[in-house]
DNA sequence: TACACTATCTATAAAGT
DNA sequence: TACTTTATAGATAGTGT
């Protein structure tokens, strides 16, 4: 390439160095592209300067490659939390609604035995209140059973 | 390059097109690996062919540009997922230890109002057996609460 | 930094093996 | 399919502006 022989090795003369990959890299992208055209490939190409500056090519759906990572992994993550967030609702275990449902049945029940039997009012605004550490459970429907890749 | 110009456009003589691919693919790796040498940049380089081969470049840390992306979403998603039904073990709501602490107190209240008042067996079986349907309700804690980035 | 210029080097299209 | 050859198109290092 141009007047005399290139070494493969680092450019230490930083303005070279400079010059040089403002060159290449945008011949590199050019032939990104003719090969992607030609060929019918797809492509994805990125490069960052030293300075950490970006530079990208992608053939159409391609378009996430060109992000920071950390910026890509983050997407991701909101875009997941988001779906968590919606799965959950509509897991709504029968667990949970089958306690509620049995729950008010018996309060209800409870009820009516404390109004036959004259228990003090006291008694049950107790149980409403109670401070609750007891061993938890399991949900009877693990959240693998979800197939999440359905909904992206 | 070569005998003739080239036109920017799909190669559409089969054997030619793959001919192409091939000289153009591992000329643009050379040139990928160049820059990154010569100008100390940081490259990413992957190329599929029509068929869907993958062939790539990439400078040290680029380890996942080469991963093909559905692979890469799967396996975003199965992590993801993982991680789901371990955080959900955590979630541990306090409403539903709290449907379930106060469900076994009514229930036992209940059960001692039975005996006083001489309630059939029956109607406790009822309850416990009890088919249920009513609407659900939300969990008390979003998962968008959970800060799932701290588990990744 | 970004364009020109241009001598020279490199890539590669086409064709042969 | 994969080399080899070879004529030529294309890329670019060095140099100016």
Redesign the interface.
Known sequence: MGRGR?Q????ENKIN??V??SK??S??LK??H??S??????????????KGKLFEYATDSWHY?GED?DSLR?K??QS???Q??TS??HI?T??????????????K??KE??K??S?TRN?WEQ??S?E???P????RQ???S?N??NV?
């Open positions: 290139v493969l090795k680092r450019i160095r400079q040089t990959f290449r890299r011949g590199l032939k990104a003719e090969i055209v030609l060929c019918d490939a797809d492509v994805g190409l990125i490069v960052f300067s030293t490659m990572l983050l991701e993550l997941l939390e988001h968590l967030d959950l609702k709504r029968r667990k949970d609604k089958a306690l509620q449902e049995q729950n008010n049945l018996l309060a029940r409870l035995k404390e036959e039997s228990v008694q149980v409403q109670h609750l550490n007891s938890s459970f399991g949900l693990p959240l693998s979800l999440i890749r992206i």
